[in-house]
């Protein structure tokens, strides 16, 4: 009797419970805008990165944007003052070790006259 009571308590819910309820809806004409960002970097399928063999300012410009350039050619003139004075350092270096070897001071010819 218990699962007869269950069943028919059931029976009942279902049956309340598929009440029948109507929605409508009527269809509207209006426009319809989307709008899409996105950001991009364009390049081109042939490009080459330019790179400076030593550090400096620009002092010449020797091309234009679009100019076709060849292997090792000269594309800049770089000013760099850093380089200026290693290369004047090294001359003065050069000079002083010349002096040391021909001069009065020379370590060579000191040794033979002892």
């Known amino acids: 009797m218990n699962k007869s009571l269950i069943l028919l308590v059931f029976m009942l819910l279902v049956v309340?419970?598929?009440?029948?309820?109507?929605?409508?809806?009527?269809?509207?004409?209006?426009?319809?805008?989307?709008?899409?960002?996105?950001?991009?970097?364009?390049?081109?399928?042939?490009?080459?990165?330019?790179?400076?063999?030593?550090?400096?300012?620009?002092?010449?410009?020797?091309?234009?944007?679009?100019?076709?350039?060849?292997?090792?050619?000269?594309?800049?003139?770089?000013r760099s003052t850093a380089s200026d004075l290693n290369i004047e350092n090294a001359q003065l270096n050069y000079e002083l070790l010349k002096d040391n070897a021909q001069g009065e001071a020379n370590v060579l010819k000191e040794l033979q006259n002892n």
Do not use: W
């Open 16 to 78: 309340f419970s598929c009440k029948e309820e109507v929605v409508s809806t009527k269809p509207q004409f209006s426009n319809i805008v989307e709008a899409v960002y996105a950001s991009a970097t364009v390049q081109p399928a042939t490009s080459y990165t330019v790179f400076a063999e030593s550090g400096g300012m620009i002092e010449q410009k020797l091309i234009v944007e679009g100019d076709v350039v060849e292997k090792g050619q000269v594309l800049f003139r770089i």
